[in-house]
């Protein structure tokens, strides 16, 4: 089972390698509702940001979210 910050790391990982939602959910193998939680809070903390087109949404990280995303690889995975 994986902790908040594995799967945090994991999501902005994705995030950071494709910025389209359902990717993203697959690649960090998450739910859709644990999916809108981390848009809502990594947004909320700077870590990402969101653009969106006529039809599409998509996100990308910010200075901020490539720093937490290097911050959370050196302490999760030895």
């Known amino acids: ?4 910050l ?3 790391s994991d999501f902005l990982a994705a995030a950071e390698a494709n910025p389209v939602p359902t990717r993203i959910m697959y690649a960090a193998d998450l739910n859709w509702n644990v999916l809108k939680r981390l848009v809502e809070y990594s947004m909320k903390h700077g ?3 969101e653009r969106t087109n006529k039809t ?5 990280l910010p200075a ?3 720093e937490a995303l290097a911050k959370l690889r050196s302490i999760s995975r030895p």
């Open 1 to 4: 089972m994986r902790g908040f």
């Open 6 to 8: 594995d799967v945090l």
């Open 47 to 49: 870590y990402l940001e």
């Open 56 to 60: 599409r949404r998509t996100y990308f």
């Open 64 to 66: 901020e979210g490539r």
